[in-house]
């Protein structure tokens, strides 16, 4: 038993981490440089790609995802074969562990569970819901009834428990359908810190990120505007036709977020040509597209609501004479956004960034977005495109792991690789240090208050104070993990040099804290 006091313990393993970055220290500025040419592996090609391939297409290696890559003729062949994969996979229900899955019960389920939770509160005066990300040492165990008097609080638990299941179990979901649920669910972020988007994460997250995360974007982004989490987050259910009658006698009218957001983020970008005309236009188009808690997919098109007046959208006329007006209107000018070619080159670049580099290579920003509008927003083919391209494979193309790839890949490489049923093996203690790291570091779990999502470059998160706050995540995480030999073959010379010299029982945690596994 150790009993080395936990100050010196810390102390120790600090200096050790030091002396893994080759002399530089993790908490002066230098060490910036240091960790950003960290690449000296002398590993040939091939294992090059591997890392390359289950580090970008899932979250990293672990036996059980080696040995399948393996069995494929090559890592590129492995990475191709995986987008197929991830769309049959996505056409599939989760595998969710029985002691989860209120979080992803029927919408009129959850708007029953939320209406239910506001009664008792109401009669009960039960102390308010406290945010997961403050109660992070909370043992997240769910074996016990659900207490509707905290139902919210509990499926948002639910939600963050299987998310990080799903990106750290490769046998549990498809790597790349994990990757693409991330990347979706922030390009279309919502904010469970808002109080009526939070019972509904987690449906929006299985039943629009990940259920069309390789289908067409026009009908991702129908399905995002649609859904009460969307709905809630910008305001949506608050915009209707001028003057239309409110409570105690008052009149309300337009409200421009979800229109706004629905231009400058999810579609065409800043630069995309609209002015504030085209916005106020599109959320008259919009106006009445509101919740409907007893609707299979919890929405409504209330009719009484809606501007049935002449708009324009950037040249288009609403309402045609083809569409004949009403929710018509909304989703027409939807999918004509989509297919925008603006929208083609916003969704291209934000993919190249997310898989293959900040500054991904025009050229090949430049193919992706003719894909993109020869297939009318296929994402599997953008995807098959990316992965076939010399860009992705050429070294000089890196990437640093977010706080939330480090904390994917941290589970990844240290969960046992037994037949799971959806994160019910995961250790819970592992995921409740993972999910206070999250916080800590600045990416809370479903946690990004602004419809922009988190960045993803290394500008953002590269930085002393978060190499450290890693670097600590992976000691506490590893503290009963032997050797993690797997990953031996993808660290670079100096690091396996520099884990040979530390004692057995902390060399799982300090392959994790290297150089060589922040980048993917």
Not at 13 to 42: F, H, V, Y
Not at 231 to 237: A, R, T
Not at 342 to 363: C, G, K, Y
Not at 486 to 514: K, V
Request: with cysteine.
């Amino acid at each position: 038993m150790d009993t080395t006091p936990p100050e010196l313990a810390l102390l120790q393993r600090r200096n050790t981490l030091k002396r893994l970055a080759s002399g530089a220290s993790l908490l002066g500025l230098s060490g910036r440089q240091a960790w950003a040419q960290a690449s000296d592996s002398t590993s040939s090609t091939a294992t090059l790609d591997a890392w390359r391939a289950m580090s970008r297409v899932g979250y990293g290696p672990s036996p059980g995802l080696i040995s399948t890559l393996q069995s494929a003729p090559n890592a590129r062949t492995w990475a191709l074969a995986q987008v197929d994969a991830a769309f049959a996979a996505s056409q599939t229900r989760p595998l969710v562990a029985p002691d989860l899955v209120t979080f992803n019960a029927s919408l009129p389920q959850l708007f029953e569970g939320v209406q239910r939770e506001r009664e008792l509160r109401t009669q009960n005066k039960t102390e308010r819901l406290v945010d997961l990300n403050a109660e992070a040492s909370r043992h997240l165990d769910f074996s016990a009834p659900l207490d509707p008097a905290y139902f919210n609080r509990t499926v948002q638990q639910q939600t963050a428990v299987w998310r990080l299941g799903s990106c750290s179990q490769p046998d549990a979901e498809n790597p790349l359908l994990a990757r693409m649920t991330e990347f979706w669910f922030n390009h279309l972020n919502v904010f469970v810190g808002k109080g009526q988007v939070r019972p509904f994460t987690g449906h929006y997250l299985v039943s629009v990120a990940r259920a069309h995360a390789l289908g067409k974007f026009e009908d991702l982004l129908l399905a995002s505007a649609r859904h009460p989490a969307m709905l809630y987050y910008l305001d949506q259910v608050q915009s209707v036709a001028e003057g239309s009658p409110g409570p105690q006698g008052r009149t309300r009218g337009l409200n421009e977020n979800y229109a706004r957001e629905l231009l400058e983020l999810h579609t065409l970008g800043v630069n995309g040509g609209y002015q504030q005309t085209d916005v106020r236009a599109l959320a008259r188009v919009l106006t009445g597209w509101t919740v409907g808690p007893d609707e299979s997919n919890g929405f409504r098109f209330n009719q009484r609501l809606h501007d049935n007046g002449r708009k324009a959208v950037m040249g288009q006329t609403y309402p045609s004479h083809l569409l004949g007006g009403g929710e018509r209107e909304g989703a027409e000018v939807i999918r004509w956004l989509a297919r925008h070619p603006a929208t083609a080159q916003r969704i291209s670049l934000r993919l190249a960034r997310f898989f293959v580099a900040d500054q991904p290579p025009p050229e090949l920003v430049a193919r992706l977005t003719q894909s993109y509008l020869a297939s009318q927003g296929d994402v599997r083919v953008l995807m098959k495109e990316l992965l076939a391209s010399a860009e992705f494979w050429h070294p000089e193309q890196r990437l640093f792991k977010t706080p939330m790839d480090f904390a994917c890949s941290a589970l990844t490489a240290t969960q046992t690789q037994t037949p799971s049923t959806g994160a019910g093996p995961v250790d819970r203690r592992h995921l409740t240090l993972a999910l206070g790291f999250l916080a800590g570091a600045g990416q809370p779990l479903h946690g990004w208050q602004t419809p922009d999502g988190y960045p993803f470059d290394a500008a953002t998160w590269l930085a002393p104070e978060a190499l450290t706050r890693r670097a600590d995540f992976a000691l506490s995480l590893t503290r009963q993990t032997p050797e993690l030999e797997f990953l031996s073959p993808f660290l670079g010379t100096a690091t396996r040099a520099a884990l040979s010299r530390e004692r057995p029982a902390l060399r799982a945690g300090l392959a994790l804290a290297s150089p060589d596994f922040m980048y993917k």
